[in-house]
């Protein structure tokens, strides 16, 4: 039986209770002429910094206007997004666009709603290995304030010492502080050898189960508290600065063969398992987070605001609402498969996030 793509879209939206409306993103030519450049936090101004951060506290300040039950900001519902999609969204094909496309619903948010006019910056880990308590990054003047403190691990000071979270795994309300507890071990795992590793794969299933890997566990779990929580992790705004990291890897091995990789996709829409690790033909050998079936490295400690660590593992149950809108055709991921940013702003395909260059995007890395 025929189904309609407009009716899968009304299934989905009453299922996680959202408002059929959603702000139209301008697209620009295929090639667009001012690019937004994407630069290392280092790289940027001080002026430069504090303007970035106050775009994020704009955010979240700013009244939610998504239509989702419970949000009171944007920035709730960026979160929200993240959360309620967790399990579509990491550890398959889709892990590598969606993140790309949800740093571009971000960015896109920061400049109409906040008037934010400077470069993304990303957050060059590598730099920061041995050493992530010393970073700029983390510098409370000009940075995201520095570590937790006390047994929630709450940020004791900088800019985002007293911002408020609500949303929870299961997408209830209950609000809890942005907490962090920086480790050094976890983030060995953004050391150069890894990253060299990822770039030499041939495959863009081998370099996406890579970076997923060691790269993605290392900053979530070198700021550990909110971050290490998979669902709740785009709280802290260090979230955005850790993709932009990854995606720049990405784009990295994207440009050492443009005209092959700018078309490849591949990997499972749904995630097999217990909770963590991709369906067959992927090349993961270790959950980076750690589960109730592996290990956790030394220095992770419980996550303030969300259940006690380790936290819920992904849902494993198939939600049609989700798999069906895809528009793969299948448990493949393919240029087809439809992104989603819970009404934020409108729906997009892989196929329009693989070139950072195109007229979505709008982008270069620097």
């Known amino acids: 039986m025929f189904v309609s793509p407009l ?3 009304s299934v989905l939206h009453l299922t996680l209770g959202l408002s059929t409306a959603s702000i139209p ?19 940027l101004t001080s002026t430069e910094k504090l303007e970035y951060i106050k775009g994020d506290l704009c955010l979240m300040s700013t009244p939610a206007k998504a239509g989702i039950h419970g949000a009171k900001t944007r920035w709730d519902e960026l979160q929200y997004a993240h959360i309620v999609q967790v399990s579509y969204v990491h550890f398959v094909g889709a892990f590598l666009p969606f993140h790309r496309y949800f740093l571009t619903v971000h960015e896109h948010l920061l400049k ?28 409370v003047e000009t940075g995201f304030g520095g570590n937790g403190t006390g047994l929630s691990g709450c940020i004791a000071d900088g800019p985002f010492a007293n911002i408020t979270l609500r949303f929870r795994e299961d997408k209830t309300t209950k609000e809890y502080c942005i907490s962090r507890h920086l480790n050094d071990r976890a983030l060995e795992g953004a050391n150069k050898d890894n990253i060299d590793a990822c770039l030499a794969a041939e495959k863009f299933t081998d370099v996406w189960s890579c970076l997923e890997g060691r790269p993605h566990g290392a900053g979530h779990g070198g700021v550990s508290g909110t971050m290490v929580n998979l669902f709740l992790s785009p709280g802290d705004p260090i979230f955005y600065l850790h993709h932009g990291f990854l995606d720049k890897l990405w784009w990295d091995w994207q440009s050492l063969n443009l005209s092959m990789r700018l078309n490849e996709i591949g990997g ?29 490295p030394p220095g992770f400690p419980p996550t303030n605001g969300s259940n006690p660590f380790p936290f819920p593992v992904l849902n494993t149950t198939i939600d049609r609402a989700f798999t069906d809108y895809f ?20 729906n997009i395909t892989i196929a329009d996030v693989m070139d950072v260059r195109g007229g979505f995007v709008c982008g270069d890395y620097h």
Do not use: M
Not at 30 to 37: A, I, Q
Not at 118 to 131: F, K
Not at 327 to 346: F, M, Q, R, V
């Open 268 to 296: 499972n829409n749904t995630s097999s398992g217990p909770g963590f690790g991709p369906g067959p033909g992927s090349n993961f050998t270790r959950n980076p987070f750690g589960n109730g079936s592996f290990p956790l």
């Open 327 to 346: 528009n793969d055709n299948g448990n493949i991921t393919t240029l087809n498969h439809t992104l989603w940013s819970a009404n934020i702003l409108e």
């Open 7 to 9: 009716f899968l879209f």
């Open 25 to 43: 993103y301008e697209r620009k030519q295929e090639e667009c002429d001012v690019k937004t450049r994407h630069v290392s936090w280092t790289d």
């Open 112 to 139: 109409t709603e906040c008037n934010y006019t400077g470069p993304i910056p990303y957050w060059d880990e590598t730099s920061d290995v041995g050493n992530i308590k010393e970073s700029t990054i983390f510098d």
